[in-house]
């Protein structure tokens, strides 16, 4: 199963990417998920510790950390927003 | 309507869209890029939008409804840029419009208000030397949300 990964502000800007594809074998949680991602990378520690950071699931707010993730997901790390 | 657009645009062709002889009230907001200094004190010579569209459009959708039903609003109007903008360009466009005055200010005041804190766009200032750093949002938008809470449903 695929998910993809958004990016945007500082995150995009320190993970030199604006998104990922990642390629599963089974379901995961949205917990699961984002210990994989701390164990491949350091930086993603500092983005889950950020309290003020938010994730988006198809363009909901996570708010149950063991919400599993679907085949075709999309999910987006938001840092707190600066329109207007 | 909503529009997130990375073209400028004219303030009397977005009017004629909301204009309506039913209505006896507009209240604007016009929001542009000021010339200040930087975090770090540098000169900053425009900015840049980042925006998740998806997200944001839906976003928008909410804070508009909100606003027509609360307001009583005959047409509320709001049109986000993109991209890179200079100084003086246009970022931000509100036009609530109603039979009263009061219901298009304060509606429009609403709408602002809650774009700032609730919909994603990510404001970079462009500095001199062709760097780019990110804007923090500020705790006064955050503070001046909370006025809000007890008036909308």
Redesign the interface.
Known sequence: MNITL?Y???I??KLKKSHDLIKLNQTISFKELKNNLISKDAIYQEIFEDK?VKF?LN?REIDDENQTLNNGDIL?F??????? | MIKITNKSFDLETEFKFVSSDTNGAYSFFLGTVRSDLSSSNKKIKGIYLECYEELALAQLKKIRSKALSNWKLNECLIIHRIGKLDLGEKIVLVIAASSHRANAIEACEFVIDSLKIDVAFWKFHLLDDDEKESVLQKNLDNEKMLKWKDIIN
Request: aromatic fraction near 18%; glycine fraction near 12%.
């Open positions: 958004k945007f502000s500082w995009r800007v003020s988006f363009l987006a938001l840092p707190p927003v600066t329109g207007g």
